[in-house]
């Protein structure tokens, strides 16, 4: 698949024939340099964009195939800052329910499933910490019961216990739900401890995809090794 932006001058390549495969049940960790198009590989998977080469294919079904709506419940996504929408904890636990018209499991089973006190349900929802804002961003995906979570930077802006904290709770929901995780981070110790597979992007095109043991252990690409050693993280380019 591949996927191009226009720019003043033209057409930017922003993936490149990427091929992968993310097996079901399993943790994909998607790791590389800031800019490389990890977000956007996200963002074709529940069509908040169109490849504009190949194919993306969902539980069977190419992207575009899909009802948008059922797709977006099929497909959960969080971001970096557990984004808040005005109002309560509770509007925004069911705004989605509501959006998607769906039967919804009782928020107050959730707000505890996540860690969370039910009291907190009336609180404005912007009012959380960071890491309390992330822990009802992960539920209101869960409302839907999505099979498969896209998870975007969801603990790097968060401090480390925190950070630590909603990995657990991640890790919690894919063994109850046995989902199916695409996971972006710039952590490269998360990336080790909770993928099954590593993908490396960069610039564009996957330079490396293997089970995450022998990724961080015997990586095959020189671009690999270098990364790894740092040299051309996000960190290294600040
Ligand atoms: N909507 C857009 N329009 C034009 N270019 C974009 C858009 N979104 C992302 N890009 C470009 O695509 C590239 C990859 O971005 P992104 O997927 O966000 O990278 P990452 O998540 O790995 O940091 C970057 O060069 C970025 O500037
Ligand atoms: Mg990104």
């Known amino acids: 698949m591949s996927k191009f932006y226009e720019?003043?001058?033209?057409?930017?390549?922003?993936?490149?024939?990427?091929?992968?495969?993310?097996?079901?049940?399993?943790?994909?960790?998607?790791?590389?340099?800031?800019?490389?198009?990890?977000?956007?590989?996200?963002?074709?998977?529940?069509?908040l964009i169109t490849p504009d080469g190949g194919r993306v294919i969902v539980e069977g079904k190419e992207v575009r195939d899909w009802n948008v709506h059922e797709l977006r419940r099929h497909v959960g996504l969080a971001f970096q800052m557990g984004t808040m929408l005005p109002g309560t904890v509770k509007d925004n636990l069911l705004l989605a329910a509501r959006l998607h018209q769906l039967e919804t499991e009782a928020t107050e089973r959730i707000m505890q499933y996540v860690g969370l006190s039910e009291g907190m349900l009336a609180r404005q929802a912007d009012e959380l910490s960071g890491g309390q804002k992330q822990r009802v961003a992960l539920a209101r995906t869960l409302v839907n019961r999505p099979s498969i979570l896209l998870l975007d930077e969801v603990t790097s802006a968060l401090d480390p216990a925190a950070a630590r904290g909603i990995e657990e709770l991640i890790i919690k929901i894919h063994n109850d739900r046995q989902n199916t995780i695409l996971w972006v981070t710039h952590d490269l110790e998360q990336a080790k401890r909770v993928g099954d597979f590593t993908w490396l992007l960069a610039e564009g095109r996957l330079v490396e995809q293997a089970d995450?043991?022998?990724?961080?252990?015997?990586?095959?690409?020189?671009?690999?090794?270098?990364?790894?050693?740092?040299?051309l993280s996000e960190e290294a380019a600040r």
Do not use: D, H, W, Y
Not at 27 to 43: D, E, H
């Open 7 to 47: 720019n003043g001058e033209g057409k930017e390549t922003v993936l490149q024939q990427i091929t992968a495969k993310v097996p079901a049940g399993s943790i994909v960790t998607l790791v590389g340099p800031s800019g490389s198009g990890k977000s956007t590989i996200l963002s074709l998977c529940n069509l």
């Open 212 to 231: 995450t043991a022998s990724f961080f252990s015997q990586p095959k690409e020189p671009f690999t090794r270098r990364f790894l050693k740092g040299e």
